[in-house]
């Protein structure tokens, strides 16, 4: 037997198999048929493995012929997972494509391989029945027409279709996305502000006063009597803050009472970690470690900026020595994995989250998309599903702990909401404060932020260990900074309870933080008794409470769900103060029938065109008259795309039944040559179930989840009155801004949203749109509701239509003249005996028909068609003998409304 496995035996124990119900399937892991592969990238390195192969045909034969067929498929399936877990495949992008393919569990990796004529690259991590294939360039798209061709046979199944030649074992593709490198995240550290200073050391003795003395004594005792000598420990101020008191993390009681983070390891996702640094080493986890820009089992920064992890990674977990300062888990373990310093792909992001996810319990995740005030980015569905699979499945089934900065492009009128990371439910989004307990210029704000700490900001930062032997860095800041300390509270609680499950820390996120600011009118009660501000989420991180919490805290049941039908609003949005409100009602029994017992997250998928994206914003009231700002709007953000399936995320909602009527209010702020309309939208309600062994877990993302052909109830409008829209930031902000605030909600606004009656049916629920207007408002002529939009704007509908009231005055103009012309030429009929007096001119007129010749028209006469003709003239089919009309045509306006017919519709 080898010294050294080529995998993780301890983990391989660990390993479980999955449930059988729907939401989740079992891992679907290829079967081995002795089929010889065709050599690929990664072949080379899977049968080395494996394994010497032998030459002992005949026992072999006799072996396999002994064990079960399905057996033996189950067998071979999970030595390939347990392969597949132990060394991520190198990949050669400049020579192969790769394919992520999502199975059924009874079809065979390798017939597909066949059918393709790719080779089998092995299963996809953690994630079940996803596998990689590869392929080289030139063959690529035939490949991919292969996979679109299945594709297609499997939709026309799903509609009932039969499809001949299509063989039973490859009627099992559900999913399939060719892979692509590309530079995905940045890390969120802000650029320094103006009058931003250099951050200084901790303050002598000589600046405190007689209270920060003592406290600084206080602070020196705690430090001996927990053996703490590191250097900068005093400087850092995020643990312990004796000069502004109370703006730390409140953990050094967590400390004395033996919680120090045993037991817990908290993984890095950044651009490395330097475990040969002296505060890094005793605790570095190299079997959680990996490098998915290098490729290789060491995630040591390469590149001259790549120090961020290292120094986010010193936060959590610096060792108690002599070289810098302690992280806030002083004892736990800490993992590296490298994603950000060069490009990457789906598969390795979706890897990296899931990475060794038995051991690694927490992934700190400091970056996102751009915080520049214009990006509007969500993870792709790969990513989607193995950010599901980690909660569900990760540590033994109680989830991973996933932890992301919420964002430093705050100045930039950036929102969290924006960011696909930060606004999932499975993120413990953290803001940051300054060293006063102030928000910081960078910081972003919206509706899914749970928690705030200490960063940046107030002439200080914090003060972590450096990549280097012996290297400390006293300007972490940003949201960068903020999060890591989450991180390391959350792990402080896994120490010291580690049952809890993902949703549990986040019960006791909320349960725990500190309001702070409450003279700030932003601040709005909720349902469960706790205050919430969409700046500081529910407050300050408080360890000691957080932990003492968890102790005793009772653990939530699984996680149930409600989701609304699509529901169609196809309605333009009004320009300025006011907003356009849909409404839904949600009644208990639609509860009940989900198992739904209280809320959790409420997620908005919604679809707004518009031709600037950065003028709307978004507004949830909840039946509790709770309000969530889900989007906000920004002055950078000039894209034409508006929201295309775009899901928002709140946690304000946080404890409420989630009976009654749920209105969506969407604004169009800026009165401009811009416009949109709001399409439709489906309200997501999560929370705790009502009976827990009833409750089956949620099936993995699917690309159809948003699908919505049919509309799914009908709207009517009237007027309401809209809340209050935000304060901006000051363009260009200082070190200490002031804080940007908002009116508390009036008891107007909990009073004006009506609803008229409607008939509530299981398959077509009440719902009412609603035109939001302020009182102040001057009012407007607006287009009846019965008429078609066209899929214009309101401009281009009062031009449509008044075109056509003009043309429709012409016509019966037209036709009036007409009319009289025929009357007075049937009193002049030769039938009537009739006679009127000749003039001169009409005289000469006859002469001329006497003679044979026709009566010229006259040319430049506006009317001079019309004087004096017959019938006949008029409405003659018959061709002039000259081929000479001389007719005014009218100038037709050929222009059309604004936007294309793609623009208004979806998709």
Sequence with gaps: MPDKLPFDVHRARRLKPRSSSTSSAKHGQPKDKGVRRRKGPGSRKLRQIAGPTTDNTEESQILTNSIPPTLTVTILRFNAHLISSAIVQTRNYDSFDYFVVQLQQSTDPQTLASKLNATFEGPLGELPNHFTFSCPKAQSADVEATLEELRHKRLLRKRGLSIEDDPEELQGLQWHQKQELKQRHVKRVPAPPTGWQKPRQANNAGQLDQQQQADKARLEEIASSLDIHDPIFLEQWHLLNYIQKGIDVNVTGVWQNGVTGQGVTACVIDDGLDFTSNDLKPNYYANGSWDFNDKGPEPKPR??????GTRCAGEIAAARNDVCGVGMAYDSQISGVRILSAPISDEDEALSINYHYQENDIYSCSWGPPDDGQTMEAPGLLIKKAMVNGVQQGRDGRGSVFVFAAGNGAAKDDNCNFDGYTNSIYSITTGAIDRAGDHPYYSEKCSALLVVTPSSGHSDAIHTTDVGFNTCYNGHGGTSAAGPLMVGAVALALSARPELTWRDLQYLTIDTSVPIHLDDAEWQDTATGKKFSHTYGYGKLDTYSFVEAAKTFELVKPQAWYHSPWIAVAHDIPEGDKGLAASFDVTPEMLENANLARLEHVTVTMNVNHTRRGDLSVELKSPQNTVSRLSTSRKNDNARSGYTDWTFMSVVHWGESGVGTWTVIVKDTIA?????????????????????????LHPLPDEHDDDHEIATASVTTTSVEPTSPPT??????????????????????????????????????????EVAEATHTTSESYLAGFLPTFGVSKKTQIWIYGSIVLMAIFGICLFAYFWQQKRKRQRNSRENYEFEMVNDEDLDDARQGLTGSRRRKRGGE???????????????????DDGYHDRDTPDHDTGSGSGSASQDEKR
């Excluded at 416009?675 to 009976?691: H, K, M, T, V, Y």
């Excluded at 908002?742 to 009073?751: E, H, V, Y």
């Excluded at 004087?867 to 003239?873: L, P």
């Design 303 to 308: 590149l001259s900026d790549d120090r961020h």
């Design 672 to 696: 401009n040559e811009h416009q949109g309309q709001f399409s439709d939208w489906r309200l997501n309600l999560w929370g705790e179930s009502i009976d827990g062994s009833k409750q089956e």
């Design 862 to 880: 506006l009317y001079d068609a019309f004087a004096g003709e017959s019938d006949e003239e008029v409405f003659s089919d018959e061709d002039d």
């Design 728 to 769: 901006d930031l000051p363009e260009h902000p200082t070190d200490h801004p002031e804080r940007p605030t908002k009116p508390k909600p009036t008891s107007a606004d909990t009073t004006a949203f009506t609803t008229p009656a409607t008939t509530t049916t299981p398959t077509a629920p009440s719902v009412t749109s």
